[in-house]
């Protein structure tokens, strides 16, 4: 079965999204995914590597982030914290709720998510 492809990080940048973003490009198409995502609630396929969020990022350079090393750190904080592995399929939903009770309830966005830029919106 194939799920949506998503970064496990995305699952904290969707809950803080406010409209900020790279570009006026990118923030529609967040805005689009995340839509879709409340609204089907589909599976997701948890990825290390460029998701359908990165796809409008100008940072996507052939389909690999240029901060690369930073944000699979990133990913794979955050695959730790869910207790989770890339490639594991999870329906939407149940991956907010288990990134709200494992990493934002409990404190650990910022040691997560050290030294993401965006950092300063999750609060």
């Known amino acids: 079965m194939y799920g949506f492809k998503l970064r496990p990080h995305h699952s904290l940048c969707i809950r803080f999204f406010r409209g900020e973003g790279y570009s006026d490009e990118f923030v529609k198409e967040m805005s689009r995914i995340i839509e879709k995502l409340e609204s089907e609630n589909p599976y997701v396929t948890l990825t290390v590597g460029c998701d359908e969020i990165c796809k409008a990022c100008p940072n996507n350079i052939g389909g690999k982030c240029k901060d690369f090393d930073k944000v699979e750190r990133i990913d794979n904080n955050c695959l730790a914290e869910l207790d ?37 919106l999750c609060n």
């Open 84 to 120: 989770l592995s890339g490639g594991e399929l999870i329906k939407w939903q149940a991956l907010k709720q288990l990134a709200y009770k494992s990493i934002i309830k409990e404190n650990k966005i910022k040691s997560v998510c050290k030294n993401c830029v965006w950092q300063y």
